[in-house]
């Protein structure tokens, strides 16, 4: 079984600082990562993911994550967050190539101020 | 635009009725999903089909069942509706069940039980 641990309900920021939003995930196999946005009133979005390669992974709008195997964290970050970032940020796993079916976090909202 | 439709965007309804979630994917994806998002439990995984046929089972109770019909559009029944059905419904779709978890999510349907 897997499951995914977002330890902040909610983080607030000024606009123009950086922010890391925490994820961390456990699975008995191997996993691939993702980060989903729902901005207010919308569905969610695929932000960026980790299959395999490089644990340092680049996404939309300026945000990158990287993947730590042996802490089990795959933790969201954007140097200079803007107004426009506010939405609520979901970590999700799935158990690899075929399962698709993924396991969220409990979400993030990211509210940022001027 | 995710090319995910899902109707109705809203939809209130009293305790013991029955009501019907529609989904339409993206043009092209042959896997649809279904997820709960409430407020205690977060995004709940329900059900997920492929062409047609049934892929994985999640959360999903007794009372609720889902389809995915020929022209690949989805439908969730929920009946012998509780207070506690109350939540977003969001369904997603897939190209197939190998996409590696990049789905596209609909707005979702909000059912509020009275």
């Known amino acids: 079984a897997q499951s995914v641990t977002q330890l902040d309900s909610q983080v607030p920021v000024f606009e123009e600082a950086p922010v890391e939003l925490r994820c961390n995930y456990s699975s008995s196999v191997s996993v691939y990562l993702f980060w989903y946005v729902q901005y207010p009133n919308q569905g969610l979005q695929l932000l960026l993911k980790?299959?395999?390669?490089?644990?340092l992974v680049k996404g939309i709008n300026g945000f990158e994550a990287e993947f730590n195997k042996s802490q089990t964290s795959f933790h969201l970050r954007k140097p200079s967050v803007h107004i426009s970032d506010t939405a609520e940020y979901f970590c999700?796993?799935?158990?690899?190539?075929?399962?698709?079916?993924?396991?969220f976090g409990k979400g993030t909202m990211l509210l940022v101020s001027p | 635009d995710s090319g995910v439709t899902q109707t109705p965007k809203h939809l209130i309804t009293a305790t013991g009725q029955r009501v019907t979630l529609r989904c339409s994917p993206r043009s092209g994806d042959l896997s649809v999903y279904w997820y709960q998002q409430s407020l205690d439990q977060g995004l709940q995984f329900l059900i997920q089909?492929?062409?047609?046929?049934?892929?994985a089972k999640g959360n999903i109770l007794e009372r609720f069942s889902a389809q995915q019909f020929p022209d690949l559009h989805s439908e969730l029944n929920l009946s012998s509706l509780e207070l506690g059905d109350s939540a977003l419904y969001f369904c997603?779709?897939?190209?197939?069940?190998?996409?590696?978890?990049?789905?596209?999510f609909g707005e979702g349907s909000r059912l509020t039980v009275l």
């Open positions: 999700a796993v799935s158990g690899g190539l075929g399962y698709s079916t993924l396991t």
């Open positions: 980790y299959l395999s390669g490089s644990t």
């Open positions: 089909y492929y062409n047609g046929e049934e892929r």
């Open positions: 997603a779709s897939s190209v197939d069940p190998s996409s590696a978890g990049e789905l596209f």
